[in-house]
């Protein structure tokens, strides 16, 4: 079975939430004054993220992405991996990470069938990542990436967003890490998502973020797979690894756009900055899922075909990712 939506989309990726709780409190991601924590009975339990995961499988999704907040901080979360990872029909579970825990979870992660990691890490100066996480420490994070190449994960993927003035002067750093190591090391655009004023002149295009590689080292562009995300990938000449540019902001890549978003809460949505969304919790009360599954279905069909968060005259809300995912 495969969810094709409007536009023509093949929709086979399920970004999914499991806490809006997070250990650190990353400038683009939380207000200075952090956000209101979910009650516990507000959010989905296992057996009901269990319950929305497997229908969304049913229905065509191979590929589940477990986000947060950050997932890790979920006590149960490896036992309830080790669910997912054996859904029928499910072709990858991976996880998105901080880092802040992956020394003690590495290895039951991949025990319980975590197939990949990525991992957040803006700054490789101890300062600046401090000043960036408002107050987390590096070398924990460093520990976690070392204790993952240990459990045996493939390729780490280092998400770093670019944010000019800030941390823009370490971009050959971290290309650089792929040098070495299979890591693929992708460079995000910095988004609007806290509507803060003046992000346009933090948000580094994706262009000027690759020439500005390009100048110190020869770049062979690589093809992407079939459920990757949406970066462009590249390869330094003779590099173990690879380097990713992602452009929501200066280049959206909406056309290719294979995901749908369904937060801790049990809200459903097809695009990171539309408000529509659908509350799954009366359809999980009432225990149909032939109405799960056509809610999805629906879902799908109204993802939208674009986002407009460049757009100096669209209206956009704020974007809470700690309780979307990003």
């Keep these: 079975m495969a969810l094709i939506d409007t536009y023509g989309r093949r929709i086979n990726y399920l970004r999914l939430s499991v806490t809006d709780r997070c250990n650190m409190r990353c400038c683009y991601c939380m207000p200075a004054q952090g956000v209101a924590k979910l009650g516990h009975?507000?959010?989905l339990?296992?057996?009901e993220l269990y319950r929305v995961s497997a229908a969304c499988v049913e229905q065509g999704i191979e590929k589940i992405r477990v986000t947060g907040g950050e997932p890790l901080v979920r006590r149960g979360l490896v036992d309830f991996l080790g669910r997912l990872s054996a859904l029928p029909g499910l072709r990858e579970l991976v996880l998105t990470t901080n880092g802040l825990?992956?020394?003690e979870l590495a290895q039951p992660l991949k025990d319980a069938g975590v197939a990949r990691l990525n991992i957040s890490l803006d700054s490789l100066q101890p300062e600046t990542f401090a000043r960036v996480t408002r107050g987390a420490d590096l070398k924990r994070v460093l520990a976690g990436i070392d204790a993952a190449q240990k459990a045996g994960f493939g390729p780490l993927k280092i998400n770093m967003v670019v944010m000019r003035g800030v941390n823009d002067q370490e971009i050959l750093d971290f290309a650089a890490l792929t040098l070495d190591k299979p890591y693929t090391v992708r460079f995000i655009e910095y988004m609007p998502t806290l509507q803060d004023e003046g992000w346009g002149a933090q948000s580094m295009p994706g262009s000027e973020i690759l020439a500005a590689i390009g100048e110190r080292y020869p770049l062979l562009p690589l093809v992407s797979s079939e459920m990757a995300g949406p970066a462009?990938?590249?390869k330094i000449q003779g590099a173990a690894g690879a380097i990713g540019i992602i452009t929501p902001v200066s280049g959206h890549f909406c056309e290719s756009c294979n995901r749908?978003?369904?937060t801790a809460t049990g809200?459903?949505?097809g695009c990171l900055f539309s408000e529509q969304g659908?509350?799954?919790k009366p359809l999980l009360a009432s225990d149909d899922p032939e109405a799960l599954g056509q809610t999805l279905k629906r879902i799908v069909t109204q993802k939208p075909g674009r986002h407009h968060i460049a757009e100096e005259?669209?209206?956009q809300a704020v974007v809470n990712m700690s309780r979307i995912g990003g």
Aim: proline share 0%; net charge negative; charged share 45%.
């Design 41 to 43: 009975k507000e959010m």
């Design 45 to 47: 339990s296992y057996e």
């Design 101 to 103: 825990l992956l020394e």
């Design 232 to 234: 462009r990938n590249y």
């Design 260 to 262: 749908i978003r369904i």
């Design 267 to 269: 809200r459903v949505r």
């Design 278 to 280: 659908t509350d799954l």
């Design 313 to 315: 005259d669209a209206e």
